[in-house]
């Protein structure tokens, strides 16, 4: 595709995708294109599409149709050794962090520096201390999932998507299971975080009050379809249009502006539990049969993706 010669390559570029579960078309061609250092928020109604987009994007499910470059690689049909190469390039917070509860804080961010760099040991606790100073956690690295806040684990999660400096982040519903105070903090900090360090971020929420502060551009899906992809000021002078200059946009704006005035996914009906939202991202579908009280972290989620199934279940066995 031409591109000109002084915009930069995407870090991501969708084209054309296709997905269907059991016939039904769940996203009916979608176009986007991420921007390195950029924060695209993706927003959308509740079953429009966000979830399997993002999954779409991680390589966790498979597109029937279209296709997906990330970093001028066409991931879709890629084999999953390669895949799994692209993988450490981004990284994924999770709605909880996803944490190992076995392991401490420091031991969970440096799990991905053992498993796939050769640094020593001594670099290694060097750079986990880094990482977690960048979050705000240094005085944390010792203590295990369940000893710290919801906060301080979504830090930790965050200090451990970043932990093989990637240059692109995912994070879905960042701020969703958190006090208004501890949300704001964590936008903050994912803001301060990713311009500073030039890394894109893709954002799925549907918080507005979030989107509008870490947005750069947004994107909105309903019902499998983009509706727009623009820059945040765009988003806003939609959302602020009076009721009676309302003839004067399109069918597809005022549906817009009526999501950004009132989300159509409202936190209390739609909200999901953390664990659901990690079985959610993962594709998976966990069952345990004859096992009671098991912690959701040490299951391991029964996803499609066979290469981020070993390594969850080497994670589990270390
Ligand atoms: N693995 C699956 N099998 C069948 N249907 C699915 C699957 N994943 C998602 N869907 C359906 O696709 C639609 C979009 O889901 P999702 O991407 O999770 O939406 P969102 O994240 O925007 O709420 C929903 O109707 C959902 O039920
Ligand atoms: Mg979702």
């Given at each position: 595709?031409p591109?000109?010669?002084?915009?930069?390559?995407?870090v991501?570029?969708v084209?054309?995708?296709?997905?269907?579960?059991?016939?039904?078309e769940?996203?009916?061609?979608?176009?986007l294109?991420?921007?390195?250092?950029?924060?695209?928020?993706i927003?959308?109604?509740?079953g429009?599409?966000k979830?399997?987009?993002l999954?779409?994007m991680?390589?966790?499910i498979k597109?029937?149709?279209?296709?997906?470059r990330?970093?001028?690689q066409?991931i879709c049909?890629m084999e999953e050794?390669?895949?799994?190469?692209?993988r450490l390039?981004?990284?994924?917070l999770?709605?909880?962090?996803?944490?190992?509860?076995?392991?401490?804080?420091?031991?969970?961010?440096?799990?991905?520096l053992?498993?796939?760099?050769r640094l020593?040991q001594?670099?290694?606790?060097?750079?986990?201390k880094?990482k977690?100073?960048?979050v705000?956690?240094r005085?944390?690295?010792?203590?295990?999932?369940?000893?710290?806040?919801?906060?301080m684990?979504?830090?930790?999660g965050?200090?451990?998507?970043?932990?093989l400096?990637?240059?692109?982040l995912f994070c879905?519903?960042?701020s969703?299971g958190?006090d208004p105070v501890?949300?704001?903090?964590?936008?903050?900090?994912?803001?301060d975080?990713t311009?500073?360090l030039?890394?894109?971020?893709?954002?799925?929420?549907?918080?507005?009050?979030?989107?509008?502060t870490i947005?750069d551009?947004m994107?909105?899906?309903?019902?499998?379809?983009?509706?727009?992809?623009q820059?945040?000021?765009w988003?806003?002078?939609i959302?602020d249009?009076?009721?009676d200059?309302?003839p004067?946009?399109?069918?597809d704006?005022?549906l817009?502006?009526?999501?950004?005035?009132?989300?159509a996914?409202?936190?209390?009906?739609?909200r999901?539990?953390?664990?659901d939202?990690e079985?959610?991202?993962?594709?998976?579908?966990?069952?345990?049969p004859?096992m009671?009280?098991?912690?959701?972290?040490r299951i391991?989620?029964?996803?499609?993706?066979?290469?981020?199934?070993?390594?969850?279940r080497?994670?589990?066995?270390?």
């Amino acid at each position: 595709m031409p591109t000109r010669a002084d915009e930069p390559t995407p870090v991501v570029s969708v084209r054309g995708l296709r997905k269907s579960f059991d016939g039904r078309e769940i996203l009916q061609g979608i176009d986007l294109d991420v921007m390195p250092g950029e924060t695209m928020v993706i927003m959308g109604g509740s079953g429009s599409g966000k979830s399997t987009l993002l999954r779409l994007m991680i390589g966790s499910i498979k597109s029937d149709q279209g296709s997906i470059r990330m970093f001028g690689q066409n991931i879709c049909g890629m084999e999953e050794d390669d895949l799994n190469k692209i993988r450490l390039k981004f990284g994924i917070l999770f709605q909880s962090g996803a944490l190992f509860n076995s392991m401490t804080v420091a031991e969970n961010v440096a799990l991905l520096l053992q498993e796939h760099t050769r640094l020593s040991q001594e670099i290694i606790d060097i750079q986990v201390k880094i990482k977690l100073e960048q979050v705000q956690l240094r005085n944390a690295a010792d203590l295990f999932p369940a000893q710290i806040s919801g906060g301080m684990k979504k830090r930790a999660g965050l200090a451990r998507a970043m932990a093989l400096d990637p240059q692109l982040l995912f994070c879905d519903e960042p701020s969703a299971g958190l006090d208004p105070v501890t949300s704001a903090q964590i936008d903050r900090l994912l803001l301060d975080l990713t311009k500073k360090l030039g890394i894109a971020n893709v954002v799925v929420t549907h918080e507005m009050d979030s989107a509008f502060t870490i947005a750069d551009r947004m994107a909105m899906l309903d019902k499998g379809r983009m509706l727009a992809v623009q820059p945040k000021a765009w988003f806003e002078r939609i959302r602020d249009v009076p009721d009676d200059e309302l003839p004067s946009l399109s069918e597809d704006e005022q549906l817009i502006r009526q999501f950004l005035r009132g989300a159509a996914e409202g936190p209390l009906s739609e909200r999901m539990s953390e664990s659901d939202w990690e079985q959610d991202i993962l594709g998976a579908r966990r069952s345990v049969p004859g096992m009671r009280s098991v912690e959701p972290s040490r299951i391991v989620p029964q996803t499609e993706d066979e290469g981020l199934l070993q390594r969850l279940r080497r994670m589990l066995q270390a």
